[in-house]
Protein backbone atom coordinates (compact mmCIF):
# COMPACT_ATOMS: atom_id res chain seq x y z
CA UNK A 1 0.00 0.00 0.00
CA UNK A 2 1.28 3.49 -1.03
CA UNK A 3 2.78 5.27 2.44
CA UNK A 4 1.02 8.13 3.30
CA UNK A 5 3.01 11.70 4.29
CA UNK A 6 2.51 15.05 5.10
CA UNK A 7 3.85 18.49 3.74
CA UNK A 8 2.78 21.86 5.08
CA UNK A 9 4.01 25.39 5.03
CA UNK A 10 3.19 27.12 8.15
CA UNK A 11 0.95 29.52 5.88
CA UNK A 12 -0.55 32.57 8.01
CA UNK A 13 -4.46 33.24 8.11
CA UNK A 14 -5.69 36.79 9.04
CA UNK A 15 -4.84 38.11 12.04
CA UNK A 16 -2.60 35.08 13.12
CA UNK A 17 1.39 36.00 14.01
CA UNK A 18 4.26 33.80 12.95
CA UNK A 19 4.36 32.46 16.20
CA UNK A 20 0.71 31.07 15.98
CA UNK A 21 1.22 29.91 12.48
CA UNK A 22 4.48 27.47 13.38
CA UNK A 23 2.17 26.29 16.79
CA UNK A 24 -0.31 25.18 13.77
CA UNK A 25 2.80 23.16 12.31
CA UNK A 26 3.75 21.69 15.40
CA UNK A 27 0.28 20.93 16.36
CA UNK A 28 -0.17 19.29 12.64
CA UNK A 29 3.07 17.21 13.27
CA UNK A 30 2.26 15.60 16.38
CA UNK A 31 -1.43 14.55 14.89
CA UNK A 32 0.46 13.13 11.65
CA UNK A 33 2.67 11.27 14.42
CA UNK A 34 -0.21 9.77 16.09
CA UNK A 35 -2.12 8.84 13.78
CA UNK A 36 0.57 7.20 11.51
CA UNK A 37 1.93 8.96 8.79
CA UNK A 38 5.46 8.48 7.53
CA UNK A 39 7.22 11.80 6.74
CA UNK A 40 6.15 15.22 7.96
CA UNK A 41 8.18 17.67 5.71
CA UNK A 42 8.49 21.69 5.97
CA UNK A 43 9.74 24.03 3.45
CA UNK A 44 12.24 27.37 2.36
CA UNK A 45 10.48 30.17 1.90
CA UNK A 46 12.09 34.06 2.26
CA UNK A 47 10.54 37.17 2.57
CA UNK A 48 7.00 35.95 2.11
CA UNK A 49 3.96 38.08 3.80
CA UNK A 50 2.24 34.52 4.04
CA UNK A 51 4.58 31.94 5.04
CA UNK A 52 6.07 31.68 8.73
CA UNK A 53 8.73 28.77 7.73
CA UNK A 54 12.31 30.49 6.17
CA UNK A 55 14.39 27.98 8.12
CA UNK A 56 13.16 24.46 7.52
CA UNK A 57 16.32 22.47 9.53
CA UNK A 58 15.23 24.94 12.36
CA UNK A 59 11.82 23.87 12.28
CA UNK A 60 12.68 20.07 11.22
CA UNK A 61 14.31 20.24 14.61
CA UNK A 62 11.75 21.30 16.52
CA UNK A 63 9.18 18.78 14.84
CA UNK A 64 11.55 15.72 15.77
CA UNK A 65 11.73 17.03 18.80
CA UNK A 66 8.13 17.13 20.18
CA UNK A 67 7.26 13.74 18.17
CA UNK A 68 7.60 10.05 18.47
CA UNK A 69 8.57 7.95 15.29
CA UNK A 70 7.80 10.34 12.04
CA UNK A 71 10.53 11.56 9.70
CA UNK A 72 10.94 15.08 9.54
CA UNK A 73 12.12 16.63 6.60
CA UNK A 74 12.70 19.29 3.49
CA UNK A 75 10.69 19.93 1.42
CA UNK A 76 13.01 21.46 0.42
CA UNK A 77 15.86 22.97 1.19
CA UNK A 78 16.75 25.37 -1.96
CA UNK A 79 20.29 23.91 -2.21
CA UNK A 80 21.55 27.24 -4.59
CA UNK A 81 20.61 29.44 -1.42
CA UNK A 82 23.44 27.96 0.43
CA UNK A 83 26.95 26.46 0.63
CA UNK A 84 26.89 22.30 0.34
CA UNK A 85 28.85 22.18 3.63
CA UNK A 86 26.73 23.58 5.57
CA UNK A 87 23.53 22.19 4.57
CA UNK A 88 25.81 18.94 5.32
CA UNK A 89 26.40 20.00 8.59
CA UNK A 90 22.76 20.85 9.51
CA UNK A 91 21.79 17.89 8.48
CA UNK A 92 24.38 15.58 9.78
CA UNK A 93 23.67 17.40 13.22
CA UNK A 94 19.79 16.50 12.59
CA UNK A 95 20.54 13.20 11.94
CA UNK A 96 22.91 12.30 14.89
CA UNK A 97 20.21 13.67 17.41
CA UNK A 98 17.86 11.85 15.76
CA UNK A 99 18.92 9.30 13.90
CA UNK A 100 16.66 7.41 11.30
CA UNK A 101 13.99 9.86 11.22
CA UNK A 102 15.72 13.01 9.08
CA UNK A 103 15.07 13.54 4.93
CA UNK A 104 17.07 15.98 3.34
CA UNK A 105 14.88 16.95 0.63
CA UNK A 106 16.38 19.49 -1.62
CA UNK A 107 15.29 21.95 -4.37
CA UNK A 108 17.11 24.26 -6.90
CA UNK A 109 14.50 27.32 -6.75
CA UNK A 110 15.21 30.18 -4.81
CA UNK A 111 12.05 29.91 -2.67
CA UNK A 112 11.70 33.62 -2.81
CA UNK A 113 11.45 36.49 -5.33
CA UNK A 114 14.63 37.82 -7.08
CA UNK A 115 15.59 40.63 -4.74
CA UNK A 116 15.24 38.36 -1.72
CA UNK A 117 17.24 35.77 -3.48
CA UNK A 118 20.13 38.30 -4.06
CA UNK A 119 20.03 39.38 -0.31
CA UNK A 120 20.00 34.96 0.68
CA UNK A 121 22.49 34.69 -1.48
CA UNK A 122 24.61 38.07 -1.19
CA UNK A 123 24.86 38.62 -4.75
CA UNK A 124 22.67 39.58 -7.61
CA UNK A 125 24.16 36.57 -9.94
CA UNK A 126 22.16 33.46 -9.75
CA UNK A 127 24.74 31.33 -9.24
CA UNK A 128 24.29 27.94 -7.79
CA UNK A 129 21.75 26.87 -10.67
CA UNK A 130 24.26 26.21 -13.21
CA UNK A 131 26.18 24.53 -11.21
CA UNK A 132 23.18 22.68 -8.95
CA UNK A 133 24.65 18.75 -10.42
CA UNK A 134 27.87 19.35 -8.49
CA UNK A 135 26.56 21.01 -5.47
CA UNK A 136 24.42 18.23 -5.39
CA UNK A 137 26.99 15.59 -5.57
CA UNK A 138 29.18 17.67 -3.03
CA UNK A 139 26.46 17.69 -0.27
CA UNK A 140 25.69 13.40 -1.09
CA UNK A 141 29.19 13.18 -0.66
CA UNK A 142 29.51 14.96 2.44
CA UNK A 143 26.78 12.71 4.02
CA UNK A 144 28.51 9.76 3.14
CA UNK A 145 27.54 8.97 -0.96
CA UNK A 146 30.38 9.61 -2.43
CA UNK A 147 29.54 8.78 -6.34
CA UNK A 148 32.58 10.40 -8.10
CA UNK A 149 35.77 8.54 -9.19
CA UNK A 150 38.55 9.05 -6.87
CA UNK A 151 36.18 10.71 -4.44
CA UNK A 152 35.01 14.08 -4.20
CA UNK A 153 37.64 17.09 -3.51
CA UNK A 154 35.05 18.50 -1.09
CA UNK A 155 34.33 14.78 0.63
CA UNK A 156 38.39 14.86 1.28
CA UNK A 157 38.71 17.99 2.85
CA UNK A 158 35.96 18.49 5.18
CA UNK A 159 33.84 16.75 6.78
CA UNK A 160 30.16 17.15 7.82
CA UNK A 161 30.20 15.53 11.39
CA UNK A 162 33.38 14.20 13.15
CA UNK A 163 32.00 10.70 13.42
CA UNK A 164 28.45 9.71 11.94
CA UNK A 165 27.44 6.83 12.72
CA UNK A 166 23.80 7.00 10.34
CA UNK A 167 23.22 9.33 7.16
CA UNK A 168 19.85 10.80 6.42
CA UNK A 169 18.32 9.80 3.40
CA UNK A 170 18.27 12.42 0.18
CA UNK A 171 14.96 13.39 -2.19
CA UNK A 172 15.85 15.46 -4.89
CA UNK A 173 13.05 17.84 -5.42
CA UNK A 174 11.07 19.31 -8.32
CA UNK A 175 7.92 20.70 -10.62
CA UNK A 176 10.05 19.73 -13.88
CA UNK A 177 11.93 17.18 -16.88
CA UNK A 178 15.35 18.71 -15.33
CA UNK A 179 14.84 17.19 -11.62
CA UNK A 180 13.10 14.59 -12.44
CA UNK A 181 15.70 13.55 -15.27
CA UNK A 182 18.77 14.16 -12.84
CA UNK A 183 16.83 12.17 -10.27
CA UNK A 184 16.33 9.02 -11.78
CA UNK A 185 20.18 9.50 -13.25
CA UNK A 186 21.61 9.86 -9.64
CA UNK A 187 19.49 6.83 -8.62
CA UNK A 188 17.72 9.10 -5.79
CA UNK A 189 13.86 9.05 -4.20
CA UNK A 190 11.87 12.18 -6.19
CA UNK A 191 9.83 14.27 -4.87
CA UNK A 192 7.18 15.74 -7.95
CA UNK A 193 5.41 18.99 -6.53
CA UNK A 194 2.14 18.30 -8.24
CA UNK A 195 0.73 20.90 -5.72
CA UNK A 196 2.04 23.15 -7.49
CA UNK A 197 -0.71 22.80 -9.97
CA UNK A 198 1.13 23.50 -13.04
CA UNK A 199 0.73 20.21 -14.43
CA UNK A 200 3.74 17.54 -15.86
CA UNK A 201 2.93 15.57 -13.12
CA UNK A 202 2.51 12.25 -15.19
CA UNK A 203 5.20 13.12 -17.61
CA UNK A 204 7.90 13.94 -15.04
CA UNK A 205 6.52 10.40 -13.34
CA UNK A 206 7.10 8.60 -16.86
CA UNK A 207 10.42 10.14 -16.87
CA UNK A 208 11.85 9.58 -13.67
CA UNK A 209 10.94 5.99 -13.65
CA UNK A 210 12.36 5.56 -17.45
CA UNK A 211 15.55 7.43 -16.22
CA UNK A 212 16.48 5.43 -12.99
CA UNK A 213 19.32 3.50 -12.39
CA UNK A 214 20.00 1.76 -9.71
CA UNK A 215 22.29 3.28 -7.26
CA UNK A 216 23.91 2.09 -3.54
CA UNK A 217 21.14 4.45 -2.05
CA UNK A 218 17.83 2.94 -4.32
CA UNK A 219 17.91 -0.16 -5.78
CA UNK A 220 14.18 0.57 -7.02
CA UNK A 221 12.29 4.27 -8.02
CA UNK A 222 10.97 6.03 -5.13
CA UNK A 223 8.72 8.44 -6.18
CA UNK A 224 7.04 10.74 -3.69
CA UNK A 225 3.94 12.63 -5.40
CA UNK A 226 2.70 15.79 -3.13
CA UNK A 227 -1.07 16.94 -3.50
CA UNK A 228 -3.19 19.77 -2.48
CA UNK A 229 -6.30 18.06 -0.29
CA UNK A 230 -8.36 18.82 1.83
CA UNK A 231 -11.42 16.52 3.40
CA UNK A 232 -13.94 16.62 5.51
CA UNK A 233 -16.84 14.96 7.08
CA UNK A 234 -19.38 16.57 4.19
CA UNK A 235 -18.57 17.79 1.05
CA UNK A 236 -20.30 21.22 2.13
CA UNK A 237 -17.81 21.49 5.21
CA UNK A 238 -14.96 20.42 2.83
CA UNK A 239 -15.48 23.68 0.03
CA UNK A 240 -16.58 25.64 3.03
CA UNK A 241 -13.10 25.19 4.90
CA UNK A 242 -10.63 24.63 1.50
CA UNK A 243 -12.40 28.36 -0.07
CA UNK A 244 -9.68 30.66 1.38
CA UNK A 245 -6.92 28.57 -0.02
CA UNK A 246 -8.97 28.52 -3.40
CA UNK A 247 -8.89 32.47 -3.24
CA UNK A 248 -5.13 32.62 -1.89
CA UNK A 249 -4.30 30.27 -5.44
CA UNK A 250 -6.85 32.98 -7.47
CA UNK A 251 -4.90 36.08 -6.28
CA UNK A 252 -1.14 34.37 -6.47
CA UNK A 253 -2.18 34.35 -10.39
CA UNK A 254 -2.16 38.50 -10.38
CA UNK A 255 0.91 38.84 -8.24
CA UNK A 256 -1.55 39.21 -5.12
CA UNK A 257 -0.16 37.43 -1.74
CA UNK A 258 -2.90 37.36 0.46
CA UNK A 259 -3.35 35.49 3.80
CA UNK A 260 -6.23 33.29 4.41
CA UNK A 261 -9.36 34.69 5.07
CA UNK A 262 -12.09 32.86 7.71
CA UNK A 263 -14.34 31.14 5.57
CA UNK A 264 -16.66 33.33 6.17
CA UNK A 265 -15.34 36.34 5.02
CA UNK A 266 -14.08 34.26 1.96
CA UNK A 267 -18.14 32.59 1.35
CA UNK A 268 -18.82 36.62 1.16
CA UNK A 269 -15.88 37.71 -0.97
CA UNK A 270 -16.80 38.80 -4.58
CA UNK A 271 -14.03 36.98 -6.10
CA UNK A 272 -15.56 33.61 -4.52
CA UNK A 273 -17.46 31.94 -7.66
CA UNK A 274 -13.96 32.79 -9.58
CA UNK A 275 -11.74 31.01 -7.47
CA UNK A 276 -14.25 27.86 -7.24
CA UNK A 277 -14.33 28.11 -11.15
CA UNK A 278 -10.37 28.50 -11.06
CA UNK A 279 -8.80 25.41 -13.30
CA UNK A 280 -6.92 23.21 -10.60
CA UNK A 281 -5.64 19.34 -9.52
CA UNK A 282 -6.60 20.64 -5.52
CA UNK A 283 -8.62 17.66 -3.95
CA UNK A 284 -11.77 18.72 -1.38
CA UNK A 285 -14.53 16.62 -0.13
CA UNK A 286 -15.87 14.00 1.87
CA UNK A 287 -13.58 10.72 2.22
CA UNK A 288 -16.12 8.87 -0.27
CA UNK A 289 -15.53 11.13 -3.26
CA UNK A 290 -11.85 12.62 -2.09
CA UNK A 291 -9.80 9.18 -1.51
CA UNK A 292 -11.21 7.46 -4.56
CA UNK A 293 -9.29 10.58 -6.41
CA UNK A 294 -6.19 10.72 -4.81
CA UNK A 295 -5.69 6.77 -5.51
CA UNK A 296 -6.20 7.41 -9.06
CA UNK A 297 -3.34 10.45 -9.13
CA UNK A 298 -1.57 7.38 -7.00
CA UNK A 299 -2.17 4.69 -9.87
CA UNK A 300 -1.52 7.03 -12.69
CA UNK A 301 1.60 8.21 -11.31
CA UNK A 302 2.88 5.03 -9.50
CA UNK A 303 3.48 7.04 -6.88
CA UNK A 304 5.38 4.94 -3.68
CA UNK A 305 4.24 7.58 -1.51
CA UNK A 306 1.55 10.22 -1.16
CA UNK A 307 2.40 13.43 0.81
CA UNK A 308 -0.62 15.70 1.37
CA UNK A 309 -0.71 19.17 1.89
CA UNK A 310 -3.95 20.62 3.14
CA UNK A 311 -4.73 24.60 3.41
CA UNK A 312 -7.25 25.95 5.58
CA UNK A 313 -8.10 28.80 8.20
CA UNK A 314 -8.66 26.65 11.09
CA UNK A 315 -6.17 23.74 12.80
CA UNK A 316 -8.62 21.93 13.40
CA UNK A 317 -9.91 21.51 9.81
CA UNK A 318 -6.35 20.49 8.70
CA UNK A 319 -6.19 17.89 12.16
CA UNK A 320 -9.94 16.47 10.85
CA UNK A 321 -8.32 16.05 7.14
CA UNK A 322 -5.42 13.96 8.03
CA UNK A 323 -7.26 11.58 10.23
CA UNK A 324 -10.17 11.25 7.47
CA UNK A 325 -7.56 10.27 4.97
CA UNK A 326 -5.36 7.99 7.13
CA UNK A 327 -8.75 6.30 8.39
CA UNK A 328 -10.23 5.28 5.07
CA UNK A 329 -6.89 5.12 3.05
Excluded at 99 to 126: H, K, Q, S, W
Excluded at 144 to 164: I, L, V
Amino acid sequence: MTTLSVLDLSILHEGQTSAEALADTTALAQAADRLGYHRFWVAEHHNMPTVACTAPTVLMAHVAAVTERIHAGSGGVMLPNHAPLVVAEQFAMLEALHPGRIDVGIGRAPGTDPRTAAAVRRTADPFGVDTFPQDLLDLMALLGDDRREGGSPMARQFRATPDASTRPEVFLLGSSDYSARLAGQLGLAFGFAHHFDMGGTLHAARLYHDSFHPSEVLSQPHLVVTANALLADTAEEADHHALPGMLTALFRRTGRFTRLLHPDDAAAHPDADAARRLPTNRIVGAPVTAVPMLRELVAATGADELMVTAVAFHREARIRSLELLAANW
